[in-house]
């Protein structure tokens, strides 16, 4: 019985099935209201960053303008807003009902941000052989802590679509399944969008 | 029994009386007997405040109590049925606006006193050094005492602040391991010692109120900064200006430690040479030391920062500091046994500066050197 | 599927159902439960205090024990006591009060209950495991840094595991008021203590995060390494003074905020008058909940921030005296021409109004930044911040739980001991505080572990730790007059109190689990009081009765609690004898297990997520049969009662 409530025949399908419940309505201002924490999360440590940037020991340590590389940061935002474009479609076919487009969207979403953290793991790899690392300075940490918080969320949404994925392959759509992966797109927006005012404030102002 | 409980009570009543009436605490240690200009206006400033919030706790209590007093169900009985009042525009706007003219005129002496006591523009001349016009002291905080060095002259002690009145006596402030606060409530508010920079501020002193507590004012470390926080006292010697100049110059002329004349104390001397002299000077200079100045460590009003200055509390210091104040960073740092501990305070207790030796034109002189650098 | 109704279930049925009920009656219990606990702790640790206070140069507890024992006072009273507490009746009475079913994320409250027990225990076990945290509730990141041993780590790790409980049931409730509010409940016809709720709410959304990552900070520096607080290394410790007052002054108002809605709530039912001014009390709410984001700094007036920014802290500061003046004179209003009976809940609530009043015009006074570089960190401050939250906030708490025993349990504490209780708690608050005013203009700072003779503090902190012993007598008054009830277990029946004016004392009582057989119209503000004037006093029903669908328990929210709680030892122990470590941990024995238990615990709780975002969890249904038989029954049980 219950599960008769959430397969909805694809005649009936909702505009928008994601808020088509009670528990997808409740899910989806809990979730903005998570955001709204999240954002001042981030400002904390864009303002702790901002604090450290460039607060090293002594003259031998790296400063911002000596590290940052703007080429590769901008790839790696091509690659995130790329991905964010892909889990708009994503969502776009979830709400058409077409369940095989949504999966391979989100797949393509999660290979981009994949992508997208192979090279920030490039880059920190790079950063730490040439000294710039964690304990390395108080600007090191902040750098650390605040990319490294991004990244985290990355690869949180990167394992949370490939479950959504795996586990939705043999349950197919319904007002159900869409919830969750409404939500998850949700996030990755606000992922990229983060990654924006990292773009900007750290990388762009960092080699100005 | 009882009687002796009713007896408690009374004294209890009329301890609880005099205090309120007296209401100001000691002359050298209360934030309600301001001691110069400094103290005065924040205490004018409590006094204004305090008269607002007064006026404000009365008009409300005295609406309070009418509003309880009339209502009683006992009095108008169960069958009352109270009039259902939505709520009333006129009354909001009248307690909106009321105390919103009562902050105004509580916020323009707030403002103008914030900027007034932040203003340390005085502190450095036209090119941005130290202006040697004003008294400058660099307080240095550390776990759990207190350096003082004097700007212009050079000289550093420790624990025992000597400042002169009738002027304003500037502070530079920085904590040494962890953040203290400096406070000497009977001159004026607290400005933290931070760990990541230096703060500036000034106190005032005035000289009659300097007599009033017998030219010693306490002075209290007041942020959390480990176990003996609450040991972390000082004392303010506030002296006339020439007396102030007379004991710098007595200060500065000590080039070599003072030399214990004989018997225990120079015994005493020699093991302070071998065991202690690391950390401690016995010369008014080094500032940033590990341990406290002791120049002129006979001239102290205390031993530890809070207990009475004499041999005994000193020996007892030194045998087991830990005890006396826990936490800090002198236990454990030398082994001496209970007879060369006795040698060392006796020897501590010699180092007496002497009074009026110094010539203050001397340190007129490097004043004006340093004036034409 | 259903519950197991009427029937005596056995112990370990009972236990189990509350290790998994996502029920927010049951969690309101929990949340009672664990935050009274914590509650009685941190007023031993306050006897504590104020034994070691009451005469000069007292060596009852060493000075490192004292700072200890401070700063467990002022955490566990603020995280684990007053916040939990407040949960308690939110839980309780927030949906009832809206015409819910239950809270929006049922899982997720159960979560919330659970963390926050976990890190409460967490936190405490610092006192067995080699001392606890001890730099003060504020925790200063120099002296936090400097702390040897592990108990600063306690406190961080602790705080973040039951910081983020907190943080999930302040999502909850936001999303709970904005979506579950039966038809016909506007958002202005909220009730006053859902609206606080409501604020307060997102209040935790907005203040948790910024205290997250200034724990973040300082886990990091201690345990990790890293260099945020480590002056030579470049860092800054003023940046965790400023994050946590960016959290820690919305706290005040996450706390105080539900305490004036409660006593709005009181003061209506025991006038029987409707609030007067509730569009003004509901702007007076949100102002207060805005403003207390711009004004942090004024925690750190002596910090050396420049007169520039003293000053527009002072002035934002005073800005906040306006909508709490508002409350004031509204709530004075309400009373005035009502119908006042003394019950224990009102006698906290008119109490309350002076005493409040006390510890607001004194942080109108701290406002004045040249007065408060006198007052700050002295006793007045002590004294300021106890008016303010043991007068405003545990006075509601207090008054709330004689207030809400009756939906909470079925039964009513007795009215007798309650008027004692509340009598001598009051004459022990002013005994205790008050004279702190004085103590701090007279020199004495605060967080002393001793003060020496003949500075004249004497007599006024004997006075002190007198008020202090009565209300611990008050207390345990409360405590005599619970357990007595409990065992007497007279049942009372709906509303009472017999003023109820909101939906939740339309209820019969106790509620059935899914609270409303029939969804209810609201048709007005205080909408029971409206249908008793009108009708006869029964809710209109929005529709039918109709199949309820309702969430499955889980044992999930305590897995993931427990995970962290495993991985917080292996943080804690990390740094132990690293090379690395800063010198607070650097001498202490290596713990080669420490990653491993890290690793673990992290595994648990992200397993358990996985397992929850795998599995389907669809609820399961009431049917309308059975929604009719309970109906029947109450029905039958009600006329019997008459």
Known sequence: MAEMRYNVPNDQWPVHPEKATLEGRNKFVGFWTFLAGETVLFASLFATYLALKDQVPSQDHLVAAELYHLELAFVMTMFLLTSSLTSVFAVYHMRNNNFGKMQLWLGITVLLGAGFLALEIYEFVEYVSIGHTFRSSAFGSAFYFLIGTHGFHVIVGLIWITLLIIRNANRGLSVYTAAKVNTASLYWHFIDVVWVFIFTIVYLLGVL | ?373 | MAQVKGKKAGFGAVLWDYLTTVDHKKIAILYLIAGGFFFALGGIEAMLIRAQLAIPNNDFLSAGLFNEVITMHGTTMIFLAAMPLLFAFMNAVVPLQIGARDVAFPFLNSLGVWLFIFGGIFLNLSWFLGGAPDAGWTSYASLSIASPGHGIDFYAVGLQIAGAGTLISGINFATTIITMRAPGMTYMRMPLFTWTTLVAAILIVFAFPPLTIGVFLMIFDRMFGSNFFIVEAGGNTIIWEHLFWIFGHPEVYILILPAFGMFSEIFSVFSRKRLFGYSAMVFATVLIGFFGFMVWAHHMFTVGLGPTANAIFALATMAIAVPTGIKIFNWIATIWGGSIEFTTPMLYALAFIPSFVMGGVTGIMQAAAPADYQYHDSYFIVAHFHYVIVGGVVFALLAGLHFYWPIMTGTMLSEKLGKLEMVIFFIGFHCTFLIQHWLGLWGMPRRVFTYLDGQGYNAANMISSIGAALMAVAVIILLINIIKTLVKNEKVGRDPWGDGRTLEWSLPIPAPYYNFAQTPLIRGIDVLALEKEEGDGTIPSAGPVEPIHMPNNSFIPFMISLGLFIAGFGALYFASGKPWAIDAVADLPVRPWALYVLIAGLAITFISMGVRSWKDDLGYYITKEELEADLRELEARERGAN
């Open chain 2, 1 to 373: 029994m009882k009687n002796s409980w009713t007896k408690t009570k009374f004294i209890m009543l009329m301890s609880v009386l005099t205090m309120f009436l007296a209401g100001c605490g000691e002359n050298h240690l209360s934030a309600l007997k301001p001691a110069g200009e400094v103290g005065r206006q924040q205490f004018n400033l409590m006094v204004i405040s305090i008269a607002i919030m007064v006026l404000v706790i009365v008009v409300v209590t005295v609406a309070f109590s009418i509003a309880v007093f009339k209502s009683r169900r006992s009095q108008l009985g169960e069958s009352f049925k109270p009039k259902q009042i939505a709520g009333n525009h006129t009354l909001e706007v009248i307690w909106t606006s009321i105390p919103i003219v009562l902050l105004i005129i509580l916020a323009i002496p707030t403002v103008y006193f914030t900027f007034q006591q932040g203003d340390t523009t005085e502190m450095v001349n036209a090119k941005g050094e130290p202006n040697q016009d004003v008294t400058i002291i660099n307080v240095t905080a550390h776990q759990y005492w207190w350096e003082f060095e004097y700007e212009h002259e050079g000289v550093v002690t420790s624990q025992d602040l000597v400042v002169p009145t009738g002027e304003k006596v500037f502070f530079n402030l920085k904590g040494a391991d962890v953040k203290h606060s400096f406070w000497i409530p009977a001159a004026g508010g607290k400005l933290d010692t931070n760990v990541d920079g230096v703060n500036s501020f000034f106190l005032v002193f005035d000289d009659d109120k300097a007599q009033d507590a017998d030219r010693l004012f306490y002075g209290k470390c007041a942020e959390l900064c480990g176990p003996s926080h609450a040991l972390m006292d000082f004392k303010v010697k506030a002296l006339e200006k020439d007396d102030y100049e007379q004991w710098l110059a007595d200060m500065k002329q000590i080039e070599e430690p003072l030399q214990a004349d004989a018997g225990d104390a120079k015994e005493g001397q020699e093991i302070f040479n071998n065991s202690c002299i690391g950390c401690h000077a016995v010369t008014p200079t080094g500032a940033g030391a590990v341990g406290p100045n002791l120049t002129n460590f006979g001239d102290r009003e205390l031993v530890a920062g809070y207990l009475e200055h004499n041999k005994e509390n000193l020996v007892d210091w030194i045998k087991d500091p830990e005890t006396l104040k826990p936490g800090n960073k002198m236990t454990g740092k030398y082994q001496l046994n209970d007879e060369e501990i006795e040698k060392v305070a006796e020897y501590l207790m010699t180092l007496k500066v002497d009074e009026g030796t110094g010539d203050k034109s001397k340190l007129r002189e490097t004043k004006d050197e340093g004036g034409d650098k």
